[in-house]
């Protein structure tokens, strides 16, 4: 059995330079990193130790831009400026919002609904891809500062339930900000990383990832197993977090202090300094049983008991999301072994207590909730800098894995974003009479031709007993194990004879190569599609040319002279097309030698031509 080492995964980076995990988030974003020293995972923390990041843009006068808390306050003065909750845009049409429209207070643009949204500020536009890069921009200088190095490379989270234009997007956005992203991460998988989980190979789980942030709650069952994460089920409520705690204070107060609706909508001010006083008794009370604040000379105060009485209808709509999970994912409470507590809302007593009532089990929550994507970003980023050796986290295939087929044509067998370990087959059939032998190629790209693809393995397939052309059944079957390890198999059906390779990881294509692939893919799309076709005309019509030509030679007896040579020559004419025609030519060549022997064929045709004329053949 040959044996030849390649990475089927992005495999690990040699180079020790420091790789940033940073948790972009709709509320907060923030950056983590694994200590030097202490091997530890820590966020980073500015002097006066704060780690939050307020992931709020705002627009000045002259189009200067901030980030954070300084943007934050310009939230109630100049809304059309300040852009929060950008992670709601991302890779989203005007379509996909319109809904929530109300919830923006400043300006998307809604005159072509289909395409990706884009935002206005006075006279510029920009695109949630470029806002959120101004954010990952800010992380990335505030890194470079406190940590007195420049920071290139970056993991990136997404929630679970991203999608591709949307993970697609997050990259982007890492791109423009200047940073290689490395691996885009699940939320969930980074907070069990965070707790230690998936780290042991042997360990199977089920775990339930809790996410209540500031204005977005996410439920995520995964399962790991072999140090790689399933992700089983995800639900939520992408419009609700604790942002609807603080509003039903503000609604309660108000209330008591008798100001209505509209009362508070002509006093912006005061409606927001409300709002604020409202999150200031939130965040106290999670400690302590009752709060006091001042709002415009009047007294407010809360007690924790009002506070649970307030947000209960909220708590239980997250647990309703919670037991839709564990129905999607087919799975009774008593199947999950941990439930991990993320996000800043889950330092609510409230919250914590409902949610380990659900899943009848004590919580995770020794870890920072708002910090715990972040520090299991950074772990990620560690494994991927080679620093854990042992561990290779891959979940999924970044490329399409397949084999060579007539005419140099790349037949995909497991698509690029397969979770592994993941396993395919397909069958094909020989192009010659008697073909004693195929060759198996396999390549590793998203180009129609492989020759534009990385060429992974090859091997023959020998001892195929002598049959007619299209007659052997050659099973070719693809198995990615839990290490990436991708093992390629090939077994003629009828006679037994098999024969497999095994395609080690040994060396990597970086996230950068895997990437130029992908957009060398996009790029030529069209190009392909186009000479794809042409390829499959050229295999067709040569293939009907032999076919053609065993048919007349086994049955000429049957044939009269004039079909016989109308045959031959529409053959050559056809045979002359294939070098240089166009694939509509040769399409009307194949066209024009049926007809020709339709009638005759009709009347002769065996089973063993049927079969050659139909299925993807290799050659010898
Ligand atoms: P996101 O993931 O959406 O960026 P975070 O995880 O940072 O958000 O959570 C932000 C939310 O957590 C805010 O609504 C904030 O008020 C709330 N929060 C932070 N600390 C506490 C606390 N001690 N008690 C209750 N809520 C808190
Ligand atoms: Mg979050």
Request: proline letters at 3%; a negative charge; one cysteine or more.
């Amino acid at each position: 059995m040959a044996k030849i080492g390649i990475n089927i995964a992005t495999g690990s980076l040699q180079q020790n330079e420091m790789i940033v995990g940073i948790d972009l988030g709709t509320t907060n974003s923030l950056v983590a990193i694994i200590h030097p020293d202490t091997r530890q995972p820590v966020v980073l923390k500015e002097h006066d130790g704060v780690t939050l990041v307020p992931s709020i843009v705002h627009f000045g006068e002259q189009g200067q831009v901030t980030v954070g808390n300084e943007a934050k306050k310009f939230l109630v003065t100049e809304p059309q400026h300040t852009i929060f909750s950008v992670k709601r845009l991302m890779g989203k049409s005007y379509n996909d919002i319109k809904d929530h429209s109300v919830f923006f207070s400043y300006k998307v643009i809604d005159d072509n609904k289909e395409s990706l949204v884009k935002i206005q500020v006075g006279a510029a536009f920009y695109s949630p891809v470029e806002l959120s890069s101004f954010i990952l921009k800010e992380l990335k200088t505030r890194a470079e500062h406190i940590l007195k190095t420049p920071v290139t490379r970056a993991v990136i989270t997404v929630p679970a339930y991203f999608n591709d234009a949307q993970r697609q997007a997050t990259r982007d956005a890492g791109k423009l900000a200047g940073l290689d992203v490395l691996r885009i991460v699940n939320e969930p998988t980074a907070a069990s990383l965070a707790y230690g989980m998936g780290l042991n190979r042997e360990e199977v789980k089920t775990i339930a990832v809790y996410d209540l942030g500031g204005g977005t709650f996410d439920i995520s069952v995964l399962r790991i197993s072999n140090g790689i994460f399933e992700v089983l089920s995800t639900n939520g409520d992408t419009y609700l977090g604790g942002d609807d705690f603080d509003r039903e204070v503000v609604k309660y107060w108000s209330k008591e202090a008798g100001l209505n609706d509209e009362e508070l909508k002509m006093h912006k001010n005061l409606a927001q300094e409300l709002r604020l006083l409202a999150e200031e008794a939130k965040i106290q009370l999670s400690n302590l049983d009752s709060f006091t604040g001042v709002v415009a000379g009047q007294e407010f105060s809360l007690t924790r008991e009002q506070l649970e009485e307030l947000i209960r209808p909220l708590v239980e709509r997250t647990i309703e999301c919670c037991r839709n999970a564990m129905s999607d994912a087919e799975l009774t409470v008593s199947a999950i072994d941990e439930v991990v507590m993320v996000g800043g809302s889950t330092r609510v007593p409230l919250v914590k207590k409902t949610v380990s009532d659900f899943f009848a089990k004590s919580v995770h929550d020794s870890l920072n909730p708002d910090e715990v994507v972040a520090l299991g970003a950074a772990v990620q980023a560690d494994i991927l800098a080679g620093n854990n050796k042992e561990l290779l986290l891959l979940d999924i295939t970044p490329l399409s894995l397949g084999i060579e087929t007539m005419g140099g044509l790349m037949d995909v067998l497991i698509p690029r974003n397969s979770k592994i370990p993941s396993q395919a087959g397909r069958q094909y059939t020989t192009q010659k009479d008697g073909q004693g032998s195929m060759r198996i190629s396999v390549f590793q790209g998203e180009r129609d031709l492989v020759k534009d693809n990385r060429k992974l393995a090859e091997f023959n397939l020998t001892g195929i007993p002598g049959m007619p052309a299209g007659l052997p059944k050659v099973e070719v079957s693809f198995l990615v194990n839990a290490d990436g390890i991708l093992t390629v198999k090939a077994k003629e059906l009828r006679s037994g004879v098999e024969q497999s390779i095994e395609v080690k990881p040994q060396y990597g294509l970086t996230d950068a190569e895997v990437e130029k692939m992908l957009m060398d893919s996009i790029t030529h799309a069209k190009e392909d599609i186009h000479v794809r076709a042409l390829v499959e005309a050229q295999t067709e019509a040569r293939q009907l040319i032999d076919t053609t030509g065993q048919f007349i030679s086994r049955n000429k007896a049957f044939l009269t002279e004039e079909e016989i040579s109308q045959t031959q020559a529409a053959m050559d004419q056809l045979a002359a097309l294939i070098s240089h025609a166009s694939k509509d030519q040769i399409q009307a060549g194949i066209e024009k030698l049926n007809e020709l022997s339709r009638p005759y064929a009709e009347r002769l045709m065996d089973q063993a031509i049927g079969k050659a004329m139909k299925g993807k053949s290799i050659t010898e």
